[in-house]
């Protein structure tokens, strides 16, 4: 007897092995590299805004073969289920294997407010550079600014189990980011603290400054007083430095998040100790809890 049963007239649903197959949808076999291939190719095919594109760029370039696989196969069904923009970093949910969703964080390369402010003058010195940015079309010294460039990468933080730089929870994560930077041009500039209406109103203000100060062949030769040099104020080096490569070198030595973020807290109690117990710091601090 076959173990296949269907009506006699028109099949409408297939039975095997008392499994009913009516309501699981027409299945896509992918048995050969070909095959793969060629699905693969179908769904990179996916058009992504320059900036979502080196987004996507800096990511693939650290993760192998296995784990592209399957986070574009986490994107393509679904997995990221919520998108958070900080300052210089994105934060994504991705449902996994577990119950509970996944978080991954993506940091991208560290820029100074100086760097920053040359990336913006540089929009304000391009033909059209605002119309540029606004539409999503950044030339490839835009992306270098405000994304990255080749040679730096975008840095990753999973809570997945997975201890590898590149997981499949950050792979569809990445490929999300893309998405939504090419829906919405001005994300990038969120991610790095500007925003659109900021950015305009700063490049107002740059071509005014320029129009008010014309270029003047005396003053290109003799030179303009020099400004006064900055006065920063001292600050602790664990609060001035990037707090985003302590938790980088961490990672390596810690079998989870919850380490790290401990690892983390107990540098900083060693540093405060350290600060309060110097010579200097004890004097200032005698005198500040002195009675009056």
């Known amino acids: 007897m076959s173990d296949f049963k269907m009506s006699s007239d028109k099949p409408r649903r297939v039975t095997?092995?008392?499994?009913?197959?009516?309501?699981?949808g027409n299945k896509q076999r992918v048995s050969t590299p070909e095959?793969?291939?060629?699905?693969?190719?179908?769904?990179?095919?996916?058009?992504?805004?320059?900036?979502?594109?080196?987004?996507?760029e800096l990511t693939l370039k650290n993760a192998?073969?296995?784990?592209?696989?399957?986070?574009?196969?986490?994107?393509?069904?679904?997995?990221?289920?919520?998108?958070?923009?900080?300052?210089?970093?994105?934060?994504?949910?991705?449902?996994?294997?577990?119950?509970?969703?996944?978080?991954?964080?993506?940091?991208?390369?560290?820029?100074?407010?100086?760097?920053?402010?040359?990336?913006?003058?540089?929009?304000?010195?391009t033909t059209n550079g605002l119309r540029?940015?606004?539409?999503?079309?950044l030339t490839a010294s835009m992306l270098d600014h405000l994304v990255g460039n080749s040679?730096?990468?975008?840095?990753?933080?999973?809570?997945?189990?997975?201890?590898?730089?590149?997981?499949?929870?950050?792979?569809?994560?990445?490929?999300?980011?893309?998405?939504?930077?090419?829906?919405?041009?001005a994300l990038v500039l969120d991610m790095r603290g500007q925003g659109m209406a900021g950015l305009e109103a700063l490049i107002r203000t740059y071509h005014t400054k320029v129009e008010?100060?014309?270029?003047?062949?005396?003053?290109?030769?003799?030179?303009?007083?020099?400004?006064?040099?900055?006065?920063?104020?001292?600050a602790p080096a664990i609060d001035d430095s990037d707090i985003n490569y302590l938790h980088k070198a961490l990672r390596l030595v810690s079998y989870t998040s919850l380490e790290q973020l401990r690892a983390v807290s107990d540098i900083e109690d060693m540093y405060e100790i350290l600060v309060s117990n110097h010579p200097d710091?004890?004097?200032?601090f005698s005198e500040e809890e002195a009675p009056e």
């Open 16 to 24: 095997m092995d008392n499994v009913i197959y009516a309501n699981f």
């Open 35 to 56: 095959d793969r291939a060629e699905v693969v190719t179908r769904y990179r095919g996916k058009q992504f805004s320059p900036t979502g594109q080196r987004t996507v």
């Open 64 to 125: 192998d073969n296995g784990r592209q696989t399957r986070g574009e196969q986490y994107y393509r069904n679904g997995n990221v289920t919520g998108l958070n923009v900080l300052e210089g970093r994105v934060e994504c949910t991705v449902a996994g294997s577990q119950n509970e969703p996944f978080t991954v964080t993506l940091t991208f390369p560290y820029r100074s407010s100086a760097k920053l402010r040359e990336a913006y003058a540089s929009i304000a010195d």
């Open 132 to 137: 540029l940015v606004r539409d999503g079309h």
């Open 151 to 185: 040679d730096e990468s975008i840095y990753f933080d999973c809570t997945c189990p997975d201890r590898s730089l590149v997981c499949k929870h950050a792979v569809a994560s990445a490929y999300y980011v893309a998405e939504k930077m090419t829906a919405n041009p």
């Open 212 to 234: 008010e100060e014309p270029e003047d062949n005396q003053s290109f030769w003799e030179g303009k007083e020099l400004p006064d040099l900055p006065d920063p104020k001292i």
């Open 281 to 284: 710091n004890r004097a200032k």
